[in-house]
T-cell receptor, first 112, second 111 residues
């Protein structure tokens, strides 16, 4: 059983809308990262938070933003949704940077 | 050139076969390496870390070649349940430990 939970599991939004995806990490995991995975591709790194501060960012525009909270939860916000944002969004946590990650089961976002 | 490259496959092998995957990386500053397994429509799961000296976990052996900048995964005595996509992950440090995933290699083990 994964110790990382994500909500919602599925979501349909309209182009131009905003969305917030949520993740609850394992207790004690002070590092959380978010990924976008398109069909047939590997996960693409969006950003990482370490002790509530952004600690690294992939090649995603500023309309992708996030937060990490003291209770090991985090969220990914995407503004001005585009059709190409349709993908599986994965959250992963780790006890420390540089260690292996435990993934949540993901949120499948469809933008229409 | 992509930072992490994998042959997407699929590798189609019979039960009991030995199969090997390679993954090349371009950034020589990369520090940590992992193999993940992803089943269809599921999340990736950590299979094993890859250490400089090589490491083995049952039927699975991982190797790192820093000089040639690649990591490998060897699966012996393949089982039907090994059918999945295998993702390599390369992590560079410099303060932020950014993980980069390959696109994955698909393995199909048939009876």
């Amino acid at each position: 059983e994964t110790g990382v939970t994500q909500s919602p599991t599925h979501l349909i939004k309209t182009r131009g809308q905003q969305v917030t995806l949520r993740c609850s990490s394992q207790s004690g995991h002070n590092t959380v990262s978010w990924y976008q995975q398109a069909l047939g591709q590997g996960p693409q790194f969006i950003f990482q938070y370490y002790r509530e501060e952004e600690n690294g960012r992939g090649n995603f525009p500023p309309r992708f933003s996030g937060l990490q909270f003291p209770n090991y939860s985090s969220e990914l916000n995407v503004n001005a949704l585009e059709l190409d944002d349709s993908a599986l969004y994965l959250c992963a946590s780790s006890v420390d940077r540089g260690s292996g990650y435990t993934f949540g089961s993901g949120t499948r976002l469809t933008v229409v | 050139r992509k930072e992490v490259e994998q042959d997407p496959g699929p590798f189609n092998v019979p039960e009991g076969a030995t199969v090997a995957f390679n993954c090349t990386y371009s950034n020589s500053a990369s520090q940590s390496f992992f193999w993940y397994r992803q089943d269809c429509r599921k999340e990736p799961k950590l299979l094993m870390s890859v250490y400089s000296s090589g490491n083995e976990d049952g039927r699975f052996t991982a190797q790192l070649n820093r000089a040639s900048q690649y990591i490998s995964l060897l699966i012996r005595d393949s089982k039907l349940s090994d059918s999945a996509t295998y993702l390599c992950v390369v992590m560079r440090s410099g303060g932020s430990y950014i993980p980069t995933f390959g696109r994955g290699t698909s393995l199909i083990v048939h009876p």
